[in-house]
T-cell receptor, first 112, second 114 residues
């Protein structure tokens, strides 16, 4: 039962353009959502998060949007840079469980 | 070092041997989580521990796998009688008592069963 889904395994964008990574979830108990970035042979690093009481959170070039009615969130990176090339994982949690459930990941390639 | 420390980084075991993976959380973090990443797949939750307690082990295989987080020392993920299908990257993460903010992950242990 895949409660968090990232349906695009990969995405390629040109440097300077916007990258949009998408994530869908099925569990209506999820109330906290996060994005992680992962380079090969390293652990995931926290990027940005959003609580279910908000619909947008912005941190520099990174913005996360949450659409609760559609059970959908997205990560926007603008402008994209070659150093952003990595695997991006969406994750969700319900406050009464404490554990994060991850999506399958999307590999982003930013071309110079 | 303020991060999550996992060791060893790489571990090779023959089929039937035991694998022990260690995780030292961020200082002050009382919660530890173990995840497994199989080749070409995402991160799968295995177990959530607090000091001396297993909170949620719903992702742990029923046999051969166990985890502990003792009062003193690192958290240990133990795999007995390893098989080729156990080959994966095992990531540990830690957090303070849940209040949002996400986990801090270690760099992982890459287990290869030959």
């Amino acid at each position: 039962d895949q409660q968090v889904k990232q349906n695009s395994p990969s995405l390629s964008v040109q440097e300077g353009r916007i990258s949009i990574l998408n994530c869908d979830y099925t569990n209506s108990m999820f109330d906290y959502f996060l994005w992680y970035k992962k380079y090969p042979a390293e652990g995931p690093t926290f990027l940005i998060s959003i609580s279910s009481i908000k619909d947008k959170n912005e941190d520099g070039r990174f913005t996360v949007f949450l659409n609760k009615s559609a059970k959908h969130l997205s990560l926007h990176i603008v402008p994209s840079q070659p150093g952003d090339s990595a695997v991006y994982f969406c994750a969700a949690s319900a406050s009464n469980t404490g554990k994060l459930i991850f999506g399958q990941g999307t590999t982003l390639q930013v071309k110079p | 070092n303020a991060g999550v420390m996992q060791n060893p980084r790489h571990l090779v075991r023959r089929r039937g041997q035991e694998a022990r993976l260690r995780c030292s959380p961020v200082k002050g973090h009382s919660h530890v989580y173990w995840y497994r990443q199989l080749p070409e797949e995402g991160l799968k939750f295995m177990v959530y521990l607090q000091k001396e307690n297993i909170i949620d082990e719903s992702g742990m295989p029923k046999e051969r796998f166990s985890a502990e987080f003792p009062k003193e020392g690192p958290s240990i993920l133990r795999i007995q009688q390893v098989v080729r299908g156990d080959s994966a990257a095992y990531f540990c993460a830690s957090s303070p008592p849940w209040g949002g903010g996400g986990y801090t992950f270690g760099s992982g242990t890459r287990l290869t069963v030959v």
